[in-house]
Protein backbone atom coordinates (compact mmCIF):
# COMPACT_ATOMS: atom_id res chain seq x y z
CA UNK A 1 0.00 0.00 0.00
CA UNK A 2 1.30 3.59 -0.75
CA UNK A 3 -0.52 6.86 -0.50
CA UNK A 4 0.59 9.98 -2.09
CA UNK A 5 -0.70 13.44 -0.83
CA UNK A 6 -0.54 16.29 -3.54
CA UNK A 7 -0.85 20.01 -3.40
CA UNK A 8 -3.36 20.50 -0.34
CA UNK A 9 -4.24 23.43 -0.05
CA UNK A 10 -6.50 25.76 2.56
CA UNK A 11 -7.77 29.26 3.07
CA UNK A 12 -9.52 31.07 5.60
CA UNK A 13 -10.98 34.35 4.06
CA UNK A 14 -7.29 35.85 2.52
CA UNK A 15 -5.38 34.22 4.75
CA UNK A 16 -3.51 30.50 2.67
CA UNK A 17 -2.92 28.38 5.44
CA UNK A 18 -1.37 25.62 3.60
CA UNK A 19 0.06 26.49 -0.22
CA UNK A 20 0.19 23.06 -1.49
CA UNK A 21 1.72 20.33 0.50
CA UNK A 22 2.89 17.42 -1.23
CA UNK A 23 4.68 14.35 -0.05
CA UNK A 24 4.00 9.92 -0.18
CA UNK A 25 4.27 7.21 2.17
CA UNK A 26 4.91 3.21 1.82
CA UNK A 27 2.98 0.46 4.23
CA UNK A 28 5.08 0.46 7.58
CA UNK A 29 6.46 3.65 7.28
CA UNK A 30 6.35 6.45 9.91
CA UNK A 31 6.18 10.13 9.03
CA UNK A 32 6.89 13.65 11.51
CA UNK A 33 5.67 16.43 10.48
CA UNK A 34 6.89 19.60 12.68
CA UNK A 35 6.06 22.57 12.74
CA UNK A 36 5.08 25.54 15.29
CA UNK A 37 1.58 26.16 16.74
CA UNK A 38 -0.58 27.83 13.67
CA UNK A 39 1.69 26.67 11.64
CA UNK A 40 -1.47 24.67 9.92
CA UNK A 41 -0.35 20.89 11.08
CA UNK A 42 -4.08 20.91 12.45
CA UNK A 43 -5.56 22.14 9.39
CA UNK A 44 -4.05 19.73 7.44
CA UNK A 45 -5.14 16.72 8.76
CA UNK A 46 -8.33 17.71 9.73
CA UNK A 47 -8.82 18.17 5.61
CA UNK A 48 -6.85 14.59 5.16
CA UNK A 49 -9.33 13.40 7.35
CA UNK A 50 -12.41 14.77 5.84
CA UNK A 51 -13.15 17.18 8.80
CA UNK A 52 -12.71 20.06 6.45
CA UNK A 53 -12.90 20.90 2.47
CA UNK A 54 -9.53 21.78 0.84
CA UNK A 55 -8.20 21.30 -2.36
CA UNK A 56 -5.59 18.89 -3.28
CA UNK A 57 -5.61 15.16 -3.49
CA UNK A 58 -4.85 11.80 -1.31
CA UNK A 59 -4.36 9.12 -3.66
CA UNK A 60 -4.48 5.50 -2.40
CA UNK A 61 -2.38 2.89 -4.51
CA UNK A 62 -1.88 5.69 -7.38
CA UNK A 63 -6.01 5.10 -8.10
CA UNK A 64 -8.43 6.08 -5.72
CA UNK A 65 -8.52 9.67 -4.49
CA UNK A 66 -10.06 9.40 -0.89
CA UNK A 67 -10.55 13.18 -1.08
CA UNK A 68 -13.33 12.80 -3.68
CA UNK A 69 -14.56 9.01 -1.57
CA UNK A 70 -15.34 9.88 1.67
CA UNK A 71 -17.42 5.96 2.40
CA UNK A 72 -13.50 5.08 1.49
CA UNK A 73 -11.78 7.77 3.24
CA UNK A 74 -13.47 6.73 6.74
CA UNK A 75 -12.55 3.50 6.00
CA UNK A 76 -8.94 4.07 5.27
CA UNK A 77 -8.02 6.82 7.74
CA UNK A 78 -8.15 6.99 11.09
CA UNK A 79 -7.61 10.78 13.08
CA UNK A 80 -6.44 11.31 16.35
CA UNK A 81 -6.96 14.96 17.11
CA UNK A 82 -5.25 16.86 19.95
CA UNK A 83 -8.22 16.78 22.32
CA UNK A 84 -9.59 13.27 22.64
CA UNK A 85 -13.43 13.76 21.38
CA UNK A 86 -14.69 10.82 23.95
CA UNK A 87 -18.17 11.12 26.04
CA UNK A 88 -17.02 13.18 28.94
CA UNK A 89 -19.74 11.54 31.28
CA UNK A 90 -18.87 7.93 29.71
CA UNK A 91 -16.80 5.39 31.03
CA UNK A 92 -14.47 3.77 28.97
CA UNK A 93 -16.21 0.64 28.33
CA UNK A 94 -18.94 2.99 27.21
CA UNK A 95 -16.97 5.18 24.85
CA UNK A 96 -15.75 1.94 23.36
CA UNK A 97 -19.44 0.41 22.75
CA UNK A 98 -19.83 3.91 20.21
CA UNK A 99 -17.45 2.16 17.87
CA UNK A 100 -16.88 -1.45 18.40
CA UNK A 101 -19.28 -4.46 19.24
CA UNK A 102 -18.96 -6.44 22.21
CA UNK A 103 -16.69 -9.34 20.83
CA UNK A 104 -14.68 -6.86 19.29
CA UNK A 105 -14.24 -5.69 22.63
CA UNK A 106 -13.15 -8.70 24.24
CA UNK A 107 -11.41 -9.64 21.43
CA UNK A 108 -9.57 -6.02 21.63
CA UNK A 109 -8.87 -6.62 25.47
CA UNK A 110 -7.33 -10.25 24.72
CA UNK A 111 -4.38 -9.89 22.90
CA UNK A 112 -5.49 -7.21 20.77
CA UNK A 113 -5.28 -3.24 20.01
CA UNK A 114 -7.22 -2.42 23.52
CA UNK A 115 -4.46 -4.88 25.46
CA UNK A 116 -1.76 -3.45 23.65
CA UNK A 117 -3.28 0.27 24.70
CA UNK A 118 -3.60 -0.66 28.18
CA UNK A 119 -7.54 0.16 28.07
CA UNK A 120 -8.34 -3.05 30.42
CA UNK A 121 -6.85 -1.07 32.93
CA UNK A 122 -9.65 1.58 33.55
CA UNK A 123 -12.62 -0.05 31.19
CA UNK A 124 -14.87 1.24 34.10
CA UNK A 125 -13.66 4.63 34.85
CA UNK A 126 -15.52 7.43 33.77
CA UNK A 127 -13.62 9.88 30.48
CA UNK A 128 -14.22 12.96 33.20
CA UNK A 129 -12.32 11.52 35.71
CA UNK A 130 -8.87 9.75 33.48
CA UNK A 131 -5.98 11.54 33.62
CA UNK A 132 -4.49 12.47 29.84
CA UNK A 133 -2.67 9.64 29.27
CA UNK A 134 -5.58 7.47 29.68
CA UNK A 135 -8.03 9.81 27.58
CA UNK A 136 -5.35 9.50 25.12
CA UNK A 137 -5.10 5.89 24.95
CA UNK A 138 -8.75 5.58 24.72
CA UNK A 139 -8.91 8.52 21.94
CA UNK A 140 -6.43 6.07 19.85
CA UNK A 141 -8.25 3.09 20.50
CA UNK A 142 -11.77 4.17 19.42
CA UNK A 143 -10.24 6.06 16.31
CA UNK A 144 -8.98 2.54 14.91
CA UNK A 145 -12.14 0.26 15.75
CA UNK A 146 -12.12 0.51 12.15
CA UNK A 147 -8.79 -1.06 11.67
CA UNK A 148 -7.25 1.84 9.01
CA UNK A 149 -4.61 1.53 7.27
CA UNK A 150 -3.30 4.75 7.45
CA UNK A 151 -3.24 6.89 11.31
CA UNK A 152 -2.94 10.72 11.57
CA UNK A 153 -1.71 11.53 14.95
CA UNK A 154 -1.98 15.29 16.47
CA UNK A 155 0.56 15.34 19.20
CA UNK A 156 -0.03 12.00 20.57
CA UNK A 157 1.84 12.00 23.32
CA UNK A 158 1.96 15.66 24.29
CA UNK A 159 2.36 16.26 27.88
CA UNK A 160 2.06 12.37 29.13
CA UNK A 161 4.06 10.72 31.45
CA UNK A 162 6.77 8.22 30.57
CA UNK A 163 4.88 5.40 30.59
CA UNK A 164 1.84 7.35 28.56
CA UNK A 165 4.15 7.74 25.97
CA UNK A 166 6.01 4.08 26.05
CA UNK A 167 2.65 2.64 25.38
CA UNK A 168 1.68 4.28 23.02
CA UNK A 169 4.95 4.32 21.04
CA UNK A 170 4.77 0.42 20.99
CA UNK A 171 1.31 0.71 19.73
CA UNK A 172 2.05 2.68 16.97
CA UNK A 173 5.36 0.35 16.07
CA UNK A 174 3.46 -2.80 15.92
CA UNK A 175 0.80 -0.42 13.75
CA UNK A 176 3.72 -0.29 11.19
CA UNK A 177 4.95 -3.16 11.66
CA UNK A 178 1.29 -4.70 10.24
CA UNK A 179 1.62 -2.78 7.46
CA UNK A 180 -0.03 0.68 8.45
CA UNK A 181 0.94 4.02 7.64
CA UNK A 182 1.54 6.39 10.84
CA UNK A 183 1.47 10.35 10.22
CA UNK A 184 2.72 11.96 13.37
CA UNK A 185 2.45 16.13 14.12
CA UNK A 186 4.56 16.61 17.14
CA UNK A 187 7.29 18.56 18.85
CA UNK A 188 8.60 15.79 20.76
CA UNK A 189 12.13 14.75 19.95
CA UNK A 190 11.81 11.35 21.09
CA UNK A 191 8.49 10.63 18.95
CA UNK A 192 10.32 12.67 15.78
CA UNK A 193 13.47 10.33 15.76
CA UNK A 194 11.86 7.14 15.35
CA UNK A 195 10.21 8.73 12.46
CA UNK A 196 11.09 7.27 9.36
CA UNK A 197 11.03 10.81 7.70
CA UNK A 198 11.04 13.71 9.17
CA UNK A 199 9.41 17.40 7.21
CA UNK A 200 9.31 20.81 8.07
CA UNK A 201 5.90 22.84 8.21
CA UNK A 202 6.38 26.38 7.68
CA UNK A 203 4.73 29.26 5.77
CA UNK A 204 2.45 26.84 4.65
CA UNK A 205 4.68 24.68 2.41
CA UNK A 206 6.36 21.52 3.71
CA UNK A 207 10.19 20.58 3.52
CA UNK A 208 11.95 17.38 4.10
CA UNK A 209 14.64 17.45 6.50
CA UNK A 210 17.41 15.12 5.97
CA UNK A 211 19.84 16.18 8.95
CA UNK A 212 19.84 15.91 12.62
CA UNK A 213 17.15 16.10 14.92
CA UNK A 214 18.39 17.11 18.07
CA UNK A 215 16.46 19.62 20.14
CA UNK A 216 19.21 22.75 18.54
CA UNK A 217 18.65 21.64 15.12
CA UNK A 218 14.83 21.54 15.40
CA UNK A 219 14.37 24.58 16.74
CA UNK A 220 16.28 26.53 14.62
CA UNK A 221 14.37 25.27 12.04
CA UNK A 222 11.42 27.10 12.99
CA UNK A 223 13.08 30.02 13.09
Known amino acids: MNIEIRDIKKRYGRKEVLKGVSFAAESGECIGILGENGSGKSTLFSVLCGLQRGDGSFMLDGGEDLMKNSRLRSRTVGFVPQEPPLMAELSAKDNLRLWYSGKAIREGLSGGVL ?10 VTVSKMS ?60 LE ?19 RDVDTLAELLL
Open 132 to 191: GGMKKRLSIGCSVANDPKVLLLDEPTGALDLVCKKSIAEYLSDFCKKGGIAIIASHDVYE
Open 115 to 124: ELLGIGEFLS
Open 194 to 212: ACDRLYVLKGGTLTLHEGK
